[in-house]
C-alpha cells in the first residue's frame, strides 16, 4: 500500500509540469483581424493562413485612377484532421468555405506610389460567416 502512495507522489508533480507544458507551450492564434502572411488564425471558426498575394492592382491612395483595383490573396484551410486545403480570396467579395462564406474584409497598409510594399508588410482583416 505504501508503494501506491509513494508513486502516486511521484506521478502528480510529473503530470502537473506535462500538462503545464502542454497548454503553454505556444502563442494563442490570433482571431481574423490584423493576420500577417504566413500566420494562422481562428476566423469565427475555421483555422486559416494568407499565404501569398497573388494580385494588388488597388488604386494607391495618393493617385487618380480610373479603377479601384483589387486586392487577391491565397489562403490555406486548415481542417481539422490536419489536412491543409488552398483556397483564394478577393478583397471585399465572399468566398464558400466550409459550411459558410469567407470574406477579406480589408488589406492593410494602402498602397501607395512612392512606398513599394513587402510581402511582410501586408496585414490582413477576414470574417467567416457560419452556415449552420
Known amino acids: 500500500m ?3 502512495f509513494r508513486l502516486a507522489a511521484l506521478a502528480l508533480p510529473s503530470a502537473l509540469l506535462l500538462s503545464a507544458c502542454a497548454t ?3 502563442a494563442p492564434l490570433p482571431d481574423g483581424h490584423d ?6 488564425a481562428y476566423v469565427d471558426g475555421p483555422l486559416v493562413q ?10 494607391p491612395m495618393n493617385a487618380r485612377c480610373v479603377w479601384a ?4 490573396v491565397k489562403m490555406l484551410w486548415i481542417r481539422g484532421n490536419g489536412e491543409k486545403q488552398p483556397f483564394e480570396v478577393t478583397l471585399g467579395e465572399p468566398t464558400h468555405l ?5 470574406t477579406l474584409e480589408s ?10 510594399l513587402s510581402p511582410g508588410d501586408y ?10
Open 107 to 116: 488589406v492593410r497598409p494602402e498602397k501607395r506610389t512612392d512606398v513599394t
Open 24 to 26: 503553454t507551450a505556444g
Open 50 to 59: 494568407p499565404v501569398e498575394v497573388v494580385e494588388d492592382s488597388r488604386c
Open 2 to 4: 505504501q508503494n501506491v
Open 98 to 102: 466550409a459550411d459558410g462564406r469567407f
Open 123 to 132: 496585414r490582413f482583416s477576414f470574417r467567416f460567416a457560419g452556415g449552420l
Open 69 to 72: 483595383g483589387r486586392v487577391r
Open 35 to 40: 493576420v500577417a502572411l504566413g500566420q494562422r
